[in-house]
Structure formats: C-alpha cells, structure tokens
C-alpha cells in the first residue's frame, strides 16, 4: 500500500494528494488505482522521442476509430462529421448547454446525479429541475411524473441523461431510453446522453446508447464520450460529442470553436489514435478491467452481507458503489465521510451532493488493488460495527 500512496503522490494524483502524509485510503474521485493499458505508454514514449511538439492536427484515423467503436455499441451509420472533439466531457457539456439551449430555457435530470451535471447548469443561469429516480426492488423513471413536469413547464428544453448512472450504476434499458426519447419528440426537447461510463459494463448487461440503431428518430440528441473512466487517463484531457442532427452540429462546432475547446494537445491525439485504432488490445484491456471491478464487487458484496446497517445497490456498470447507511449515528453523509477520513482512515463522497436520495449513501469507489479494497473495507465494517457511522 506505501509502495501504491508513493507512486500515485509521486504522480501527483488528486484522490492521493490530500493525503500525503497520512494513512487515509482514498476511495472518493472518479480514477482507478490500475495502471493503464501498456500499449499507451508505448505509444507515448514513441511519440516524445519524435521530440516535435507543434501546433497539431487531429488525426481523421482517430474518428474512423470512433466510429467503429461505436459499431461495438450497436450504433451504426455514423460519419466522420458526427464526432466533434472536446477536451473534456463537463467542458463539452457545458458548451452544449451554452450554444443549444433556448434563451430561458430549463433542463431536466434525475436525481441523485453526478453533481456537476446539475452545477454547470445553474451556473451558467439554468434552471435544472429534479425528477427523483424511484427505488422499488430495481430502480426506475416515474415517466407519469416526467411528461406531468413537461407539460405543466413550458421553459423546458433539455433533458440531460446519465447512462450507465452515475451514482447508482444503472444502465438503462432499452424501453426506458426508447420512452425517453418519444418524450424529447414529443415536446421538441434535447436529449444530451453523458456515456462516460459506457465501456465498463458489468455481469454481461447490455448497454444502450440513444444513439442505439434500433432507435429511429435521431433529431436533437448529443452523446457525449471519453476515454478518460475506461482507460483511466482522466488526466489526459480529451473527449467528444456525436450527433446526427445537421443544425445542432453546426451549433456546436461552432460553440467550440468560440470556446477555444476542440483542439486536442499532442498526448490525448497519441492516446485517442493507439485506443481507438487498436480495438483489438483496448477491449483486451476493458475486459481485464471488468473482470477485476467484477471481483471487487463481488467481495464488497460478501464482506458487507452480515452488516444489516448497510445496502450496497447493485451497480451494473464502472466502478463506482452506491451505499445506503441505515439507522446512521450520523446525521447526514457529509458527516459521515467526516468520520470516515478522521477516525477510520478512508475517504468517500457523500451521497448528499448528489441530491435526491443522497442523504443517506456514499459513493465508493472500487477500482483498486483488492488489497486496498481489503483493508477499507475492515475499516468500514468497524465503524458501523462500533456505530460511528
Ligand atoms: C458521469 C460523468 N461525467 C463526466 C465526468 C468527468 O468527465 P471529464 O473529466 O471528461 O470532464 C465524470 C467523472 O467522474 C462522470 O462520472
């Protein structure tokens, strides 16, 4: 584990950073602790010993790349114009919000959600208006409540999706995303897609995206992609949007080129091209990561299954875990991932910011060494167990 905390502050990491010189196991942001595929590093030594550095092009290989990758999707027919490069997917989205939506115009999520999907929004002035995700057995969209919101606010003009969901880890079914989008044709809505977490399916799910070809209408929806969670190289900053409808591409290409956010630097072109033109190794490597969060999973799920305190929704994507903490000693999460980094040495993020359900939950992050996992687990399991929490 010091060996671990070394490298990664050696690195200046941001999940490790705040911990320098402390023993806190940090299981909060969104990175994995696993190295990346070993065919990046190559292409990046390769590329810095050409030492030539210059103002660069994007090259075309890298959105034929896409375009098959997208194929692996189930998505079909998409042309090089589509894809429209970002350096990161909050930067694009806060371009799409900027550049599509209406002046005055309102968006719709479903909360408890990634928080800056809601923060970029009304930051920029936009009113973000919540529909809770309902938790029965599964969890689900209350469609009856959605198009009641629709109808009865006449400024909406956006619905932002999260899919796989972000924190609960669901990844939504085709009759969902199909009734999603009949709603967004019905009342001429946009339907912006954040799929950062798309390549990291687990149990043998099936992923949909909207832009999904057995979904007909393809007007006014934006995709919005990385590499950055599949590959771990978030650190790296590039991204891209897809979309088929000719005025919102128009919009945005232009949107990005007033933002001064479609050029890439040299490193994400070297790491977009030796991703997406070597399929082949970069699903060899998502499958070894699946099959470690797999693992992870299955071992959270077995050390946590005498804790009648705690329920852990079961995520079927990435590497992010959903908790409930019941009966807490704690008033809300935010106290409670206070407790978890004083006393009991690992770190979290609190339900709360994530709104809706939030309050009660954390979200773990478990994409790392399993002896890491190990050892935050016994911490965890002690601090329910001595009712800290
Ligand atoms: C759903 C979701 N979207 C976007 C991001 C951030 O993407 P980027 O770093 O490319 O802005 C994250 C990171 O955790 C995420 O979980």
Known sequence: MDKLRKTRVATSSKKWGRYKSSEILPLWIADMDIKSPEFLEKSFIQRAKQNYFGYTDISEKIKLGIIEWYKYKFVNLLQKDNILFCNSVLHGYSIILQTCLPKNGSIIVFTPLYPPLMKIAEDLGIEVIEIPIVKEENYRIDFKLLEKTIKENSEISAITLCNPHNPIGKVWSGDVLSQIINLT????????????????????????????????????????????????????????????????????????????????????????????????????????????????????????????????????????????????????????????????????????????EGKNYIRMNIGCPKELLERAISQFITALENEAI
């Not at 990435?318 to 935010?334: E, R």
Request: charged share 25%; hydrophobic share 40%.
């Open 185 to 356: 044709k019905k009342y001429t809505l946009l339907l912006i897609s954040d799929e950062i977490h798309s390549d990291l399916i687990l149990d043998g799910n099936r992923f949909y995206s909207i832009l999904d070809t057995s979904f007909s209408y393809k007007n006014k929806m934006v995709v919005l992609h990385s590499p950055a969670k599949t590959f771990n190289v978030a650190g790296l900053k590039a991204s891209f949007m897809i979309t088929r409808d000719q005025s919102l591409q128009k919009k945005l290409v232009e949107g990005l080129k007033k933002n001064f956010a479609s050029e890439l630097d040299i490193f994400s072109i070297t790491m977009m091209e030796a991703i997406y033109t070597n399929i082949k190794d970069s699903y060899s490597y998502i499958n070894s990561i699946i099959q470690r969060i797999e693992q992870n999973y299955r071992y959270l799920e077995t050390a946590l299954k005498k804790q009648s305190r705690c329920e852990i929704v079961k995520s079927q994507a990435s590497f992010l875990v959903w908790i409930k903490v019941k009966d807490s000693a704690c008033n809300n999460s935010s106290e409670i991932r206070e407790v978890l980094r004083e006393k009991y040495a690992m770190d979290i993020h609190e339900g709360t910011i994530f709104r809706g």
